[in-house]
């Protein structure tokens, strides 16, 4: 079974930096497909960025230039680097894994949902003040 823990959240002016930290069992990362998404309070969950099993890299139009998913194979850890942090990105953080679909013979990873994702972390909290 997958599981994912994440870390780093914590409370940040705005304008500074964060990186979360999601800590994946062994041989996920590159054997499944890795995702960031997040959760305000009486929001929808929204992705925010996502990794194939080949490591390119995908983000949300509203995030692109500030965000920065990563991954370090040999620790087993998923990052998300987060620049220019304001109000608006305060909110409940998640990372996720889910199986490849099998495309014209070939596991591919996108696009997807959330409701793709089969597995999820238990989320970090993530707080930008003025």
């Known amino acids: 079974q997958v599981q994912l823990v994440e870390s780093g959240g914590g409370s940040v002016q705005a304008g500074g930096s964060l990186r979360l930290s999601c800590g994946v069992s062994?041989?996920?990362?590159?054997?499944?497909?890795m995702g960031w998404f997040r959760q305000a309070p009486g929001k929808e969950r929204e992705g925010v960025a996502s990794?194939?099993?080949?490591?390119?890299?995908t983000y949300a139009e509203s995030m692109k230039g500030r965000v920065a998913i990563s991954e370090d194979n040999a620790k087993n850890t998923l990052y998300l680097q987060m620049n220019g942090l304001q109000a608006e990105d305060t909110a409940t953080y998640y990372c996720?894994?889910?199986?490849?679909?099998?495309?014209?013979?070939?596991?591919?990873?996108?696009?997807?949902?959330?409701?793709?994702?089969?597995?999820w972390g238990q989320g970090t909290q993530v707080t930008v003040s003025s």
């Open positions: 996720a894994a889910r199986e490849g679909m099998y495309v014209l013979g070939r596991i591919r990873c996108g696009p997807a949902v959330d409701t793709d994702y089969k597995y």
């Open positions: 990794m194939d099993m080949s490591g390119r890299t």
């Open positions: 062994e041989n996920t990362i590159g054997r499944y497909c």
